[in-house]
């Protein structure tokens, strides 16, 4: 079960691009007291006419509906031991020691592997104004650089170009490095297409994270990426019948409901466009058009729904996530047998020449001398 999101971003779908103009086809503003017009402008002046020369395209947002759970995160094998890196278009590592605390090592490890990134070319930004230095080696090759002596943090990034444009990938160290196990911090991600209505305009997007590498439920939970609780909320059908009273006052705001002893629920308001009641902690409002919508608080993932074991994705069952379907069009036709058949169609004869003539020689009848 997939749901696919196609999204048109052109001129005749975004509201914001309609700019007014006179009569000239000059813009104007709302001071502007001649006669004006509306026109649609390209993706060109949309991407450039922002603040600064930047997009007018901010704030955009695209409801999800994620229908998943946890279970259907796929089917999972032991480990093989082969350690290596898939489907990694751009990105490093980076080490250092407390005997040289001021020096770092960076290793590229893009898939070397991958015909397509033959084209690219890999420069390393340190992140202290120093001139932009090419890596052509793959790990376990790598580069190092010498920082200045003191106390202070620098951004590393690993710039690939490509003939369809450019990603980089930055993440932050320390200087000087003081800690024997190195805490990798989150990876920023950014690729600007080199063509194109989106041409040069970066998109960024932090992927690489910790939850990718510690396998213990206390780096897992929900807490960890987000404050809880957190407020989630979406469409449902009413559930306003199960609070229903008996008596002449079908609905009454402020009564509970009391279910096996327990309180399941009650109505907390009511108002000419809608009702609000709450279900087990989830409050509901249903508007007088038939919309109901929902919130409620969650943890997201807590200890309690996680347990640690190791797991590893087998290859062959890549993007499954259905448990496997037999099919199968061999059947074995054992025909219908009545124990009665043939006495009941005893009755259906009179004398032997029927006998010998029913249904085609139905009954073997032997001539003996």
Not at 7 to 26: A, M, W
């Amino acid at each position: 079960m997939e749901d696919f999101y196609n999204v048109i971003i052109s001129p005749e779908t975004i509201r914001g691009d309609i700019f007014t103009v006179n009569l000239q086809g000059e813009n104007v503003d709302s001071t502007y007291t001649g006669e004006t017009t509306g026109i649609y402008s390209g993706m060109t002046q949309v991407l450039t006419s922002g603040a600064n020369g930047g997009s007018l395209l901010v704030g955009i947002t695209i409801p999800l509906l994620f229908r998943q759970t946890a279970v259907d995160v796929g089917y999972y094998s032991p480990f093989d031991g082969a350690v290596l890196q898939k489907d990694v278009v751009a990105n490093f590592i980076f080490s250092s020691t407390t005997a040289n605390p001021y020096v770092y090592n960076v290793y590229n490890t893009s898939n070397e592997f991958q015909k397509f990134l033959d084209l690219s070319s890999y420069k390393v930004n340190w992140g202290d104004g120093t001139p932009l230095q090419t890596i052509s080696a793959y790990t376990p090759n790598s580069i190092s650089h010498t920082y200045p002596v003191a106390s202070s943090q620098y951004t590393i990034t690993l710039e690939q170009t490509n003939p369809w444009g450019i990603t980089r990938v930055s993440k932050t160290i320390t200087t000087p490095f003081t800690d024997v196990v190195i805490n990798n911090p989150n990876g920023e991600a950014f690729f600007i297409p080199a063509g194109g209505n989106w041409f040069e305009t970066p998109i960024s997007y932090d992927y690489i994270f910790s939850g990718d590498a510690v396998n213990v439920v206390s780096a897992q939970t929900s807490n960890n990426f987000t404050t809880v609780p957190f407020t989630v909320s979406g469409l449902t059908k009413s559930k306003l019948n199960e609070l229903a009273l008996y008596g002449p006052l079908k609905f009454q705001v402020g009564v509970p409901v009391i279910k096996n002893g327990q309180i399941w629920g009650a109505i907390t308001n009511t108002a000419t466009t809608f009702t609000a009641y709450t279900i087990n902690l989830v409050d509901y409002y249903d508007y007088v058009d038939g919309t109901t919508i929902f919130f409620e608080q969650s943890s997201g993932f807590t200890e309690n729904n996680l347990t640690q074991r190791p797991i590893t994705k087998d290859e062959v069952l890549l993007k499954v996530i259905d448990q496997p379907q037999i099919q199968t069009n061999v059947f074995v036709e054992r025909g219908k047998n009545s124990a009665y058949e043939r006495i009941q169609r005893m009755g259906e004869v009179d004398n032997l020449g029927d006998m010998i003539n029913y249904g085609y020689g139905f009954f073997n009848v032997e001539k003996k001398n």
